[in-house]
């Protein structure tokens, strides 16, 4: 797999049929994360087989830790961490790395780390994280641009998070499962993935409540042990076949993907004229042409700004004037240039607001992936556009999507890769 990659497709086909699809990307991020919270063994299945799961197992393994990657499963063993610094240059990569700092101040007392890279989508501080850190006790300090973070000993705390941060509620998450005493976060992100690696550490002897919802509550513990855990599937690769399938008019039934995760991307297929199924699975069938809508990108349970860019693409297929506002990340609308070029007509406002006027031809252009998800939308866009569309940057979709092509091309899309 390379960068240079390119996918080539001929769009204009309904997509029609049933796929599956892998564990949750960001999930098993945390879940790999989570496995330094212990010195047993823990066994990580239904990850998926994308690079982020393989720059995550070499960070950890530059800890100290033992990483075996076989097909969907991973076993990972933190008996002992060798440093307590994560390694810049593949920290720079991932921005999940970062979490190697709460579970090192819990295991170890101390972390060094330097500012995680990853897409280029907005403003992306760690003043939640920091926040967390030194209620916790924490002293957290700055040397040669490394984060530096230590703790003789950590004691809950009554937390309030200015913003409902993913990566930062995690982070602070692993730290006060191993605190004296009890934790109380206000404002905490409510994602079904943080909701998940809490019931993962649940599962290792932690003992929290209110995962799932603002407000989690944790008292803490001597010591984790390991698991056996299985990764949720991905509702951001699900919503993505699901948009696809809207996007080209057909129908599109992904048969792993869980309704109770989804609900506000189903409310607004719904709200287009899709007609969704969720009795095993989530099924989109298309009757008829999409109707225009309002969509504002927020924390869950509302619309997720990782699906932004894939829904402003089917709204191109709307008639009439949608409006996507973007309250998550400033520069999540990068990608509507490369749009552009297919012939959308989309304006991009300095209110984060985008203007979609749909039901206009696209036409087959060469387009680049700018990150994970706006490769999606130029993929979504390129399937409903007439004649070829030839996709760069590939190597950013494969960071999330694992056997798009195969996937794709399962559903009667014909898009092919281009090695090189
Ligand atoms: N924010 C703060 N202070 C902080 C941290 C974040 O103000 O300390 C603000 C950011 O400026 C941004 C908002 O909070 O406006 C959201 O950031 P958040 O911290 O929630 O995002 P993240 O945890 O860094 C994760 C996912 C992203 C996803 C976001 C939002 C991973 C590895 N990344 O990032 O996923 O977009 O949550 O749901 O889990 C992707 O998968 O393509 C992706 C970018």
Do not use: W
């Not at 509702?235 to 008019?249: I, P, Q, S, V, W």
């Not at 048969?255 to 007609?275: F, Q, W």
């Amino acid at each position: 797999m390379s960068d240079r990659d390119r996918y080539v497709i001929r769009g204009g086909r309904p997509l029609h049929g049933q796929v599956t699809v892998s564990g949750s990307k960001n999930a098993a991020l945390y879940a790999l994360a989570a496995a330094l919270l212990t010195p047993d063994t823990v066994k990580l299945r239904n990850v998926p087989r994308i690079a982020d799961i393989e720059e995550m197992a070499a960070v950890l393994r530059a800890l100290g830790a033992e990483v075996t990657i076989e097909g969907e499963t991973v076993i990972l063993r933190a008996a002992t961490f060798t440093t307590t610094v994560a390694p810049a240059a593949l920290v720079a990569k991932l921005r999940a790395s970062f979490l190697v700092v709460g579970a090192l101040l819990a295991r170890a007392g101390e972390a060094t780390c330097v500012s995680p890279g990853g897409d280029v989508i907005g403003s992306r501080p760690l003043d939640v994280h920091f926040t967390g850190f030194r209620a916790l006790g924490a002293d957290v300090s700055e040397h040669d641009g490394q984060h530096v973070v230590r703790a003789s000993r950590l004691r809950g705390a009554r937390i309030f998070f200015d913003y409902p941060s993913v990566l930062g509620t995690v982070n602070v998450l692993f730290a006060a499962v191993r605190a004296e005493g009890r934790t109380t976060i206000i404002n905490a992100a409510a994602e079904p993935e943080v909701e998940m690696v809490a019931e993962m550490l649940v599962r290792m002897g932690a003992r929290i409540t209110g995962h799932g919802s603002a407000i989690i509550e944790v008292d803490g513990v001597d010591r984790l042990g390991g698991v056996d855990f299985t990764v949720i599937p991905d509702r951001l690769e699900a919503g993505t076949y699901l948009l696809a399938g809207a996007a080209t008019g057909g129908d599109v039934h992904v048969t792993n993907a869980r309704p109770e995760h989804m609900d506000s991307l189903i409310a607004k297929l719904r709200e287009v004229g899709v007609e969704v199924d969720t009795a095993g699975g989530i099924q989109a069938h298309c009757p008829g042409p999409l109707r225009a809508t309002q969509v504002q990108a927020v924390p869950y349970p509302g619309f997720p700004t990782d699906l932004q860019a894939p829904m402003t693409a089917a709204l191109l297929r709307a008639a009439g004037t949608s409006t996507v506002h973007e309250r998550v990340y400033e520069r999540r609308f990068d990608y509507v240039q490369q749009l552009h070029l297919l012939g959308a007509k989309i304006e991009v406002g300095a209110n984060g607001i985008a203007t979609i006027h749909g039901g206009e031809p696209l036409n087959g252009a060469a387009v680049r992936a700018l990150d994970i998800r706006a490769g999606a939308a130029v993929v979504v866009a390129g399937l409903a556009a007439t004649g070829e569309t030839v996709v760069g940057g590939v190597g950013h979709l494969d960071r999330g999507y694992a056997d798009l092509e195969s996937r794709l091309r399962s559903l009667g899309a014909d898009i092919t890769r281009r090695v090189g």
